[in-house]
């Protein structure tokens, strides 16, 4: 089962929780406001196509300060 409208706030929230991050917390590094950010997560409102871009990269970004960096070859 993929992301779709209906379960994108869920998926939203969960992934915020995950990686431990407030609703302010994320809001600031996604670039958004932490209303909106939160009437994403409620279903209140869809995020627009640049807010959802922006959300994924701050998410990517602290993905990968999770990852232990690889040495090189």
Known sequence: MGITKDNLPKVMTAI???LGLS???MAKRAG???QMLSYYET???VPTTHSLDSWIL???LEINKLKPE???N
Do not use: F, L
Request: charged share 30%; no cysteine; glycine share 6%.
């Open 70 to 72: 690889t040495p090189p």
């Open 43 to 45: 279903g209140q409102s």
């Open 23 to 25: 609703q302010t917390e």
């Open 16 to 18: 915020r929780k995950a």
């Open 32 to 34: 958004i406001s932490r």
């Open 58 to 60: 701050a998410v990517k």
